[in-house]
């Protein structure tokens, strides 16, 4: 029986200072070296993943924005992906948060693989700070007087940080749409919350189902910390939370291991794995 072991990325496998441990580093590898299947599911991109996992050997493909793409971390290429092909995730959701003169991030993938990400106007100095990293990491992010689908791009991800007061009504709403999935969670390193908005084909647990598909694995052992780690737990054959995890997950967890800042799911593997 094959195990595929599947993390997230932020307040579980990274520490509060956004990083992989030296020492999670060093036994995760250890373990994969001995034929352990370990990757991780996030709402991160492709660009910011692969740079916080790059000491890590990891070959099994990653479920990148909350599984709008499969990932392969080592070649830099996506396995698969899911696309809004009927336009639902930018129109309907779109004029929610135009009516409530919100200016979310909307990511274009294009067929030459590569992301545009486009906004109307900066409301918060985090929307600011987003920005950077977005160029940082994708090259083209642009200010547009108003969202524009081009014919050669699909709209694969809307993204919004704000207050929860705020972006709960846009949640609200866009739950009743068909077709599309929110996840709708507090930021790990801010007082902000997020929304996030993109196709009902995709979630970490359907991604984390493609990957166990793709690597012939028989079980999944799933990690997590925070709201958006519900679906994936609800598919898992183990679960287990964090220490820090948000009381909703640990209440479901099989198990509460250590936390994300004393390498939880590090010392968890290296007891738990059998090679």
Known sequence: MKTLYISDMDGTLLNDGGKVSRRSVEIINELIKN??????????????????????????????????????????????????????????NGNLFVRRNKSPFVFFYGYDGKFTIEYTDFKLPIHRDFTKKGRKFFGEVKKSPKYEILDDMHPVFISLSDG???????????????????SFYADTYTPYWFLEIYSSKASKANGAQEVMALVGADKIAAFGDNRNDILLFSLADRKYAVKNA??????IADEVIGENNNDG?????????KA
């Open 164 to 182: 929860y007061d705020e972006l709960k009504p846009i949640y609200d709403a866009a739950q009743k749409i068909n077709g599309v999935t929110c």
């Open 35 to 92: 034929g352990m299947l370990f990757t991780v599911a996030t709402a991160r991109s492709a660009m910011s993943a692969a740079e916080l996992l790059k000491d890590i050997d990891i070959s099994v493909p990653a479920v990148l924005m909350n599984g709008v793409f499969l990932f392969d971390l080592k070649n830099k290429k996506a396995v698969a992906y899911h696309v809004d092909t009927e336009g639902r995730l930018f129109s309907d």
């Open 265 to 273: 799911v590090a010392e968890f593997l290296k007891k738990d794995f």
């Open 246 to 251: 948000v009381p909703e997950l640990r209440q």
